[in-house]
């Protein structure tokens, strides 16, 4: 069972331009909301974490945006850059377990120049 | 600051062939500790994880198997390699706190 669906799979955008990339997750016990980036042959790397206590958190030109009541978070890129070009996940993890997150499948992120 | 070492960075072994990989982490100490399997273009299987020496908590039953012989040393094994056992392998820690810090990774190809 997936906990976290993300979507989309893959994605496409020019430079300058915004990149859009939205989580669901089902289990109401997720209390913290991780973005990972990873490069190709690298490890992932946290990007940009939120709690549920704030509906927005911005970190330069990447910003996630926090809907509890509908369950969903995303992850916004501003002014999307050829480097910005990695595969993107999104995690939620819970304080009342081993606080092992469930992550999202991925996002392959292309910015053209 | 804390630090994780993970190697190889790529590995290319027969069928049948055993296995060792070496995570170690520094600056920190009783960290909690996981193995990850990334297939190509796929997302990330969570393998092993332990929050402590000799505790290992297995997620996925197939050949490999893990330990945890000191505090800040994880290691992968397996006694014989499968074809199906290829792969980009990420070892990462937490302190029981929220984020995840990942290895550079192990590219594992059996032939």
């Known amino acids: 069972q997936q906990q976290v669906k993300q979507s989309p799979q893959s994605l496409i955008v020019q430079k300058g331009g915004i990149s859009i990339i939205n989580c669901a997750y089902e289990n109401t016990a997720f209390d913290y909301f991780p973005w990972y980036q990873q490069f190709p042959g690298k490890g992932p790397a946290l990007l940009i974490a939120?709690?549920?206590?704030?509906s927005e958190k911005k970190e330069g030109r990447f910003t996630i945006s926090f809907n509890k009541s509908a369950k969903q978070f995303s992850l916004h890129i501003m002014d999307s850059q050829p480097g910005d070009s990695a595969t993107y996940f999104c995690?939620?993890?819970?304080?009342?377990?081993?606080?092992?997150?469930?992550f999202g499948r991925g996002t392959s992120l292309i910015v053209h120049p | 600051s804390q630090t994780i070492h993970q190697w190889p960075a790529t590995l290319v072994q027969p069928v049948g062939s055993p296995l060792s990989l070496e995570c170690t982490v520094e600056?920190?100490?009783?960290?909690?500790l996981y193995w990850y399997r990334q297939a190509a273009g796929r997302g990330l299987q969570l393998l092993f994880y332990?929050?402590?020496?000799?505790?290992i908590s297995s997620e996925v039953p197939q050949n490999l198997s893990a330990s945890r012989p000191q505090d800040r040393q994880f290691i992968l094994s397996s006694k014989k390699l499968l074809l199906s056992d290829s792969g980009f392998y990420l070892c990462?820690?937490?302190?029981?706190?929220?984020?995840?810090?990942f290895g550079s990774g192990t590219r594992l190809t059996v032939v």
């Open positions: 600056g920190t100490s009783n960290p909690n």
């Open positions: 332990s929050v402590g020496i000799g505790q």
């Open positions: 939120i709690r549920p206590d704030v």
């Open positions: 990462a820690w937490s302190r029981q706190s929220y984020g995840y810090t």
């Open positions: 995690a939620a993890s819970s304080s009342g377990g081993s606080y092992i997150p469930t």
